[in-house]
């Protein structure tokens, strides 16, 4: 399984990547997206919708099943990737390029789950 040494993540599989001006861009991923199969659908949330941490705020629907997404941070979803409305299978073939689902900036307010580190993550899908 792929999993880049400069992402954080969650234990419900999804990746977070820290951006310019304080947004995370995430998604699903390697090890996600192969145990779901050929992804078909990807509901995102609207742009300036609220999400918190640990709760679900999309929905990907593949040739297996239907799974939630949870939000890695609780703050505000800023842009989506609309591309995988036309194209889901980015998130097959490409998660942690081309297939991210969308940025979010955190809030400031409130404490965040923690994140896993690259090993971290290693260590949870290997056990």
């Not at 599989?13 to 659908?41: C, K, M, N, P």
């Not at 939000?71 to 390029?97: C, F, H, K, M, W």
């Amino acid at each position: 399984m792929n999993v880049p040494d400069d992402l954080n993540y969650t234990s419900d599989h999804e990746w977070a990547r820290s951006e310019e001006g304080g947004g995370l861009r995430v998604g699903i991923t390697d090890y996600a997206q192969d145990a779901l199969g050929d992804i078909v659908f990807v509901q995102l949330p609207e742009p300036g919708a609220k999400v918190s941490a640990g709760d679900s705020f999309a929905e990907v629907e593949s040739t297996k099943s239907v799974s939630d997404i949870f939000a890695p941070v609780s703050g505000t979803v800023t842009e989506i990737n609309q591309d995988l409305t036309d194209a889901p299978q980015r998130l097959n073939e490409d998660p942690y390029g081309e297939g991210w689902l969308c940025v979010i900036v955190p809030d400031t307010d409130g404490a965040e789950p923690e994140l896993l580190d690259a090993d971290g993550y290693r260590k949870l899908i290997e056990s």
